[in-house]
């Protein structure tokens, strides 16, 4: 059994003095066996307005990686939300968070 949670898309803002602030991010979370393949996937808006208050912590566009991404997407979905998620791709059922898209660009590392 695999589960996998992956990043389609980040859509960036600016945010006061703050550039390219990760504001959206597309993702999906597959289950796939030798016979079985799955797909959740959703649209998740990041909480950006506590970015300018001082002392707060800012990770650089080209600094991020795939796995602070989708923590930040678990962390906004809510650990309820994610092992709903997470025990539906496990179960067969499909279910969809939001199907709105976007243009937008994942960092060159990726």
Not at 40 to 66: A, I, P
Not at 94 to 102: G, N
Request: glycine content about 6%.
């Amino acid at each position: 059994m695999a589960l996998n949670w992956k990043v389609n898309s980040l859509t960036t803002s600016t945010e006061g003095s703050l550039s390219n602030v990760a504001s959206y991010v597309e993702w999906e979370c597959t289950f796939i066996t030798e016979s079985v393949c799955r797909r959740s996937y959703g649209r998740t808006k990041l909480q950006t307005s506590h970015l300018n208050d001082e002392g707060q912590s800012f990770t650089e566009f080209e600094d991020l990686s795939e796995d602070i991404v989708i923590d930040w997407v678990k962390s906004s979905l809510g650990s309820f939300s994610v092992t709903e998620l997470e025990r539906v791709q496990e179960g067969g059922e499909e279910i969809a968070y939001s199907d709105l898209r976007d243009t937008s660009t994942l960092p060159s590392s990726w």
